[in-house]
C-alpha cells in the first residue's frame, strides 16, 4: 500500500510559478514509478509528468519547457515545479504511484488567473 499526499497548490496569476509536492508513505525508490496527473473540469484525467525508479522522466507535449518533476529519495518526495503558468493549467492535480498496483492522492487544485 502506498499513501500520497499532495500540497502546494494555490491561485496564481498566468506566467507565475507553482512547486506541487507529493509526500509517499514509503521509499519511494522502490515504486516503478511516480507522475503527476490533473483534471479540469469536464475532461478527463491526464498525464503531466513521470519519473521512474531509475529517474527517466516524461512529460506531456503542453507542459514540455514550463514543468519539472523531480525527487528527493531521502525525503520520499516528488515534486513538480511549474513555471509560466497559463490558465489552461488549470486544474486538480493528483499524485500517482505505480507499486503493484496505481495509488493516487487525494489532489491539490491549481487556479491559473488570466
Known amino acids: 500500500q502506498v499513501q500520497l499526499v499532495e500540497s502546494g497548490g494555490g491561485l496564481v496569476q498566468a506566467g507565475g510559478s507553482l512547486r506541487l509536492s507529493c509526500a509517499a508513505s514509503?521509499?519511494?525508490?522502490?515504486?516503478?514509478?511516480m507522475g503527476w496527473y490533473r483534471q479540469a473540469p469536464g475532461k478527463q484525467r491526464e498525464l503531466v509528468a513521470t519519473?521512474?525508479?531509475?529517474?527517466?522522466?516524461n512529460y506531456a507535449d503542453s507542459v514540455k519547457g514550463r514543468f519539472t518533476i523531480s525527487r528527493d529519495i531521502a525525503k520520499n518526495t516528488v515534486y513538480l515545479q511549474m513555471n509560466s503558468l497559463k490558465p489552461e493549467d488549470t486544474a486538480v492535480y493528483y499524485c500517482?504511484?505505480?507499486?503493484?498496483?496505481?495509488?493516487w492522492g487525494r489532489g491539490t487544485q491549481v487556479t491559473v488567473s488570466s
Open positions: 500517482n504511484a505505480d507499486y503493484q498496483l496505481r495509488w
Open positions: 514509503r521509499s519511494i525508490f522502490s515504486i516503478n514509478a
Open positions: 519519473i521512474t525508479s531509475s529517474g527517466i522522466t
